[in-house]
């Protein structure tokens, strides 16, 4: 999910996340199933962040701002997400 940017609606979405990059320009992408992430709370979902990683809460955007929020899938355990990204996408407005 690093191409990302929840504040460039031109930048998203998100479709999957880079298992491994041989190349500037060429890479291997996962787009849905199991991924290895720590430190998650368990049936709940996430979200792409600030950080351009899932995320919980929601992003939220600064006061005159705005960002565009994406699902990105829902913890399975403490350590793995079920990579499932939405594509329809939300407008935030702060």
């Known amino acids: ?27 291997v992408v996962q787009v849905a199933g199991p991924i290895p992430i720590g430190s998650l709370d368990p049936g709940k979902i996430y979200f792409i962040g600030h950080t351009k990683q899932a995320s919980r809460p929601c992003p939220v955007p600064a006061p005159g701002s705005s960002l565009m929020v994406q699902i990105v899938g829902m913890a399975l355990d403490e350590n793995r997400l079920m990579l499932e990204p939405n594509y329809l996408l939300t407008k935030r407005i702060g």
Request: proline share 11%; aromatic share 0%; hydrophobic share 35%.
């Open 1 to 27: 999910m690093t191409g990302v940017d929840i504040t460039d609606p031109t930048k998203m979405p998100a479709i999957g996340v880079i298992q491994s990059k041989s190349t500037p320009t060429l890479c």
